[in-house]
């Protein structure tokens, strides 16, 4: 489950349950920059899940919709912990 700090409206639209808001567009676009193997995620989240996911240093990504570059950082994912 993401959780960011900033607001976003969920519910169910049409029998779907659907999140929106510019803070689930971002965390969309952020994941996107990620390779194989990796997690993109914001700042705010990485502060909540930094002390059992050690990250690489904070980066600064180019992401659609947005004038200036987010902040985020790269969580690689160990391939023998995914599922």
Known sequence: MLRQTERMAAGVIVKDFTAV?????????????????????????YERVRERHPAL???RFDVKGKADQV????LAIDKQDAP
């Open 21 to 45: 808001g510019d803070v689930v567009n971002t965390a969309a676009r952020l994941q996107a920059c990620a390779a194989a193997g990796e997690i993109v995620m914001s700042e705010a989240v």
């Open 71 to 74: 902040a985020g950082r790269i």
């Open 57 to 59: 240093p904070p980066s």
